[in-house]
């Protein structure tokens, strides 16, 4: 038994091994599915989730190493779904197509105005994420509108 | 309330009225409008069968006089259901706050989402149905109050006799108007008073994509459901030899997929790293050794020199005109294989019991789904029921089957639901590539610089005959798309196809055909205006004399992208224009720090005429999104093969444009009534010509094969 702290409630998990990674057991154990897959190779960045305030790919992020840590998923940024400044920029300026990797992307921007209130452009080119769509002009604006919020 | 489904045909593609039959209401305990939108079918088109003639849209009006509007296609992304409810909510007289949308209920038959035709094509079929269901409600109304229909109005849910002021909700009228027949001629809108067309109206899905509630297939969750990762043959044509035995670690069955394996287990951590120490045989033919690029290349130079080719367009004789020109320029351009790199990999959920199979996926094609599963399983069509997901990105890959086959051969080998998924470095290694191509161009101009002959040479796979709709060797319009009926003035014209038949799987990939002759024609066209001696802007608008909605596009763009402006030192700009899926647009790139491993995208300007705009915000992220692929795709993309086994594997070889690449992207909607155009694709052709005659003005290297900077292409998590 692992108990993991997610969103801040804590889960007592049964898994295979330690080493399965936090992504399949946010997913598919606890059924906390805003977390995506995308590659499992750490480059994508669409299984970004906040561990202790840092944003990690947890594509590779053993659950054992998750344990006792302050985990916080897209689920967790806001009590109703809407309200993190982020997420009314987010509607606000129409972000998302698909919307796959704005889970990834939306943690990402979390962790970045955590640290850095009004981020420059050169700071939020730091978000190594993927998005195939190609919303990365409006996630720029959206980062900087939610900063005003 | 009861769905009452029809086997009835229904006339369609009428551009105006309507029949009855084109309506079915129901209204056991409220209101229903059935109706039938053709959206759009490469497939149905090639095989000459007829669209779809059942129906599989519907509104349905509720007692709080909200509406539902179920469609039968699906939302990739490109806002196509918000877009299509904001067409039905226009003529019904709602409030955008008063209607939802959802996919086709699960025992409909639905249409193929692709060719850029979520709204051009339906369009009008879903003002028509809303229009339908307006009057059906006004006329109930009338009725019940005994005055004259025209008397009475519509507007936000509620129907209002003018002279007496009455109101009753669309909710207490909806039993009484499901009584009425259809009207055979609604009364459409008219445009001086349409409230949502042509307005920026929030997308509908939206909300749940920033909270992590949206449902893409990967994420369906079914009761007792197992997981099943699979791995394929790493060489196409490869099968497997003997069914590996049960590792253990989880693993509750290994089911052999002919081609590939699939791992059960009950998390699918467990069945995919179940792969990761496993030994498995497989049958690789000579065959499958001997596909290799360079191979492919040799062919594909083959048949352009020696044929055979076939015609695409004949206009005069080009050839004499040639032997007549003052001078004669051409080049060769050749493009690589693609892979579509959807965010969300394939997968697909199957629960097959007693009362018969449900399937949960992320499809373009619902409909082929059904079959799909039919085939498999036995069972009648009517006892295949599909729900189509929400996509993370579709992109004409999820038009296929593959995927929804080998989930539907677990379930029954299994015998339980099982949700599958293809791990990432299946995603690319078993892509359907956008085809590689092999272009060979040649004009003729006069003593004036003008275009008297224009020679296209075009050898490529064709994915339609590689799945049988059009014979071997035939012409193949999906490939010549983009170089056939240019707007230029050209005297003669001779395009040809060579169809070179290639043991690699290829597929729709946005734009397909445009994707690759867009970038022939208007790189080509710039180097005619080098000759000429001409900008070539200026050179354009020369060949398009007389071609106004072409000129008001290149000129828009031009203004946007401040072409005529002085560029300032060590930038450059290109331009470029085409037309794809009935949609002009026309690109500006602004470059700068041009090496020859790298190059700065500044901006982009677009300039689009795409007929009426229903959402200018939903086609501007078209467009935005467009532009990012085709750039993704110049900079990066290419897949070749080796021993028949794919070069790339994951996102760390397939590089994608990311935040710092990012150009600043403006986009200009022409104001049209027309009827809409596509929206989902004709972003993506211009790009790269524009780019590249950018880079040609600031290197003077003319880049004539894609991608740019094949060396870079791999990607880091930094």
Redesign the interface.
């Known amino acids: 038994m692992i108990a993991l702290n997610v969103n801040g409630v804590v889960h007592e998990v049964n898994?295979?091994s330690n080493d399965?990674?936090l992504?399949?057991v946010l997913?598919?154990?606890l059924?906390?599915?805003?977390?995506?897959?995308?590659?499992?190779?750490?480059?994508?960045?669409?299984c970004t989730v906040l561990i202790d305030g840092e944003p990690e790919?947890c594509c590779q992020v053993g659950v054992g190493e998750a344990q006792g840590r302050m985990i916080t998923?897209?689920?967790g940024?806001?009590a109703d779904?809407?309200s993190h400044p982020?997420?009314q920029a987010?509607?606000q300026l129409?972000?998302?197509?698909?919307?796959?990797?704005?889970?990834g992307m939306?943690m990402c921007a979390a962790a970045l105005l955590q640290n850095n209130p009004q981020p420059a452009d050169s700071d939020?080119?730091?978000?190594?994420?993927?998005?195939?769509?190609?919303?990365?002009?409006?996630?720029?604006a959206a980062i900087k509108l939610a900063a005003t919020l | 309330m009861s769905i009452e489904m029809t086997e009835e045909a229904v006339p369609v593609g009428q551009p105006t009225g309507v029949t009855r039959r084109q309506f079915i209401v129901t209204g056991t305990s409220g209101f229903m409008l059935q109706f039938c939108l053709p959206g759009v079918s490469r497939a149905a088109a090639a095989l000459g069968a007829p669209a779809p003639v059942k129906m599989n849209s519907y509104i349905v009006i509720h007692a709080n006089s909200t509406a539902t509007i179920y469609f039968g296609g699906c939302e990739l992304g490109q806002g196509a259901m918000s877009g299509l409810a904001q067409l039905a909510a226009e003529e019904l007289m709602l409030d955008w706050s008063q209607v939802v949308t959802q996919t086709v209920l699960p025992d409909s038959i639905s249409y193929i989402t692709g060719g850029s035709s979520a709204i051009r094509t339906n369009y009008l079929p879903v003002r028509q149905a809303g229009a339908a269901v307006r009057t059906m409600l006004i006329e109930a109304a009338a009725a019940r109050w005994k005055v004259p229909v025209a008397q009475c109005t519509a507007s936000n849910g509620e129907v209002t006799d003018t002279v007496s002021k009455r109101i009753l909700s669309y909710g207490n009228l909806a039993a009484a108007a499901a009584k009425l027949s259809p009207p055979s001629k609604p009364f459409l809108v008219a445009d001086a008073k349409l409230r949502l067309i042509g307005k920026s109206m929030p997308r509908l899905d939206l909300p749940d994509k920033v909270n992590g509630r949206a449902i893409y297939g990967i994420d369906v969750r079914v009761p007792n459901m197992l997981y099943a990762a699979v791995k394929h043959c790493p060489s196409l044509g490869g099968t497997l030899a003997s069914t590996p035995g049960n590792p253990g670690g989880g693993v509750v069955a290994v089911v052999p997929l002919g081609n590939a394996v699939a791992m059960v287990a009950g998390t699918t951590w467990d069945a995919m790293s179940a792969f990761d120490e496993m030994e498995i045989s497989w049958n690789i033919p000579a065959s499958s050794k001997a596909i290799d690029s360079t191979v492919f290349s040799t062919e594909a130079t083959t048949i352009m020199a020696q044929g055979p080719v076939v015609p695409a367009e004949v206009i005069g004789n080009a050839a004499s005109a040639m032997a007549g020109a003052a001078k004669v320029h051409d080049a060769t351009y050749s493009f690589p294989y693609l892979a579509h790199a959807c965010m969300e990999v394939l997968n697909c959920t199957v629960s097959i019991t007693a009362a018969g199979c449900e399937i949960w996926a992320p499809t373009q094609a619902a409909a082929w789904v059904q079959g799909t599963a039919a085939a498999l399983t036995g069972l009648p069509l009517s006892k295949i029921t599909v729900h189509t997901t929400l996509m993370g990105g579709g992109l004409g890959r999820k038009i296929e089957q593959d995927y929804i086959a080998q989930a539907v051969k677990v379930a029954m080998a299994v015998k339980a639901p099982v949700k599958l998924m293809w791990p990432r470095e299946e995603d690319f290694g078993k892509d359907m590539y956008r085809p590689m191509v092999l272009s060979h161009v040649k004009a003729g101009l006069d003593a004036y610089h003008r275009v008297v002959a224009w020679e296209n040479r075009i050898v490529s796979p064709s994915i339609q005959a590689q799945r049988g709709w059009i014979s071997a060797g035939s012409e193949d319009g999906q490939s010549t798309e983009g170089a056939t009926s240019l707007p230029y003035a050209m005297a003669t014209r001779l395009v040809q196809y060579g169809a070179h038949p290639s043991p690699v799987p290829i597929g729709f990939w946005r734009s397909v055909g445009h994707s690759y002759n867009a970038f022939v024609v208007e790189t080509f066209i710039d180097e005619l205006a080098m000759i000429a001696g001409v900008d070539p802007y200026t050179y354009r608008r020369g060949l398009l004399i007389n071609n106004e909605r072409y000129l008001a596009v290149l000129d828009a763009a031009a203004t946007l992208g401040d072409y005529t402006s002085p560029v300032p030192s060590g930038h450059a700009r290109g331009i470029a224009i085409a037309e794809a899926f009935g949609t002009v647009v026309a690109e500006v790139v602004e470059i700068a720090n041009a090496t020859s491993t790298s190059v700065d995208v500044l901006t982009v300007a677009c300039a689009v005429d795409c007929g009426r705009v229903i959402n200018p915000d939903s086609v501007t992220a078209q467009m935005q999104g467009g532009i990012v692929h085709g750039l993704s795709a110049a900079l990066w993309g290419h897949i070749t093969f080796a021993n028949g086994v794919a070069s790339v594997s994951n996102f760390d070889n397939y590089r994608l444009v990311r935040m710092p690449e990012m150009p600043a992207v403006s986009v200009h909607l022409l104001p049209s009534t027309n009827p809409p155009t596509g929206a989902g694709e004709p972003g993506v052709p211009p790009l790269a010509p524009a780019l590249a005659n950018a880079y040609f003005k600031l290197t003077g290297q003319r880049v004539r094969s894609l991608p740019f900077f094949p060396t870079q292409s791999t990607m880091g998590d930094d």
Do not use: F
């Open positions: 898994v295979s399965t990674p992504l399949w997913r598919d154990i059924g906390m599915t805003g977390t995506k897959y995308g590659c499992g190779i750490e480059v994508c960045g669409a790919r998923t897209v689920e940024l806001s779904g809407k982020l997420q987010w509607i129409q972000v998302p197509q698909c919307g796959y990797c704005q889970s939306l939020i080119d730091e978000i190594s994420n993927v998005c195939v769509c190609g919303t990365y002009q409006r996630i720029r």
